[in-house]
């Protein structure tokens, strides 16, 4: 969400699948705990905590169906500590960036979860934290995010890469706090 430049590794090609949005499940709070209980089990005290991040974590938000979920540790680049009680779960790394590290299941598995990890107190963890809590606290505002993924999943839902790109702009002004904007301009 930042601007900063980051390094990113992927593991294997970023995907390219066509974006699904589906409405809303209720069930998508308890899959998300569930997962949230399996990390702490499986990563012990050095998870710090595990919160459900995304749209699936916004109640009446259109979604695709993946939860996302975010595990905030002491230090991201000590990986030894997170990376194989992550891999035990059956998620793999695919992508390392400097402040942040993707887990999900391997291509060609369903994939129903992606896992994010960050360092406490970063920036990636407050601006995911402050897009949720916003969203969820102010519903013209969760509306107007539906509309827009709406939109995009229309115009190049066929390209994911540009669906999450067309979210950018959006979701920097609501963590910068731009929001509403001015859309006269």
């Known amino acids: 969400m930042h601007n900063e430049l980051v390094k990113s590794e992927w593991f294997g090609s970023p995907g390219n699948e066509p974006v699904r949005l589906v409405e809303h499940d209720p069930d998508w709070a308890i899959q998300a705990l569930d997962w949230a209980l399996r990390i702490q089990r499986a990563i012990g005290s050095i998870a710090e905590s595990v919160e459900h991040i995304g749209s699936t974590a916004v109640p009446g938000l259109v979604a695709k169906p993946v939860l996302d979920l975010l595990v905030v540790v002491p230090n991201i680049a000590d990986e030894p500590v997170y990376r194989h009680s992550l891999e035990s779960l059956g ?17 060609g598995e369903l994939r129903t979860v992606h896992v994010h990890v960050c360092e406490a107190g970063s920036l990636w ?56 904007r001015d859309l006269s301009v």
């Open 91 to 107: 998620l793999v790394l695919r992508q390392r960036e400097t402040d942040h590290r993707f887990f999900r299941p391997p291509a």
């Open 125 to 180: 963890e407050q601006e995911h934290l402050v897009f949720r809590d916003r969203l969820r606290a102010d519903a013209s505002l969760a509306g107007a995010y539906a509309n827009l993924k709406r939109g995009l999943a229309r115009s190049v839902g066929h390209d994911r890469l540009a669906y999450s790109a067309g979210k950018s702009q959006f979701i920097k002004d609501v963590v910068d706090g731009k929001w509403p």
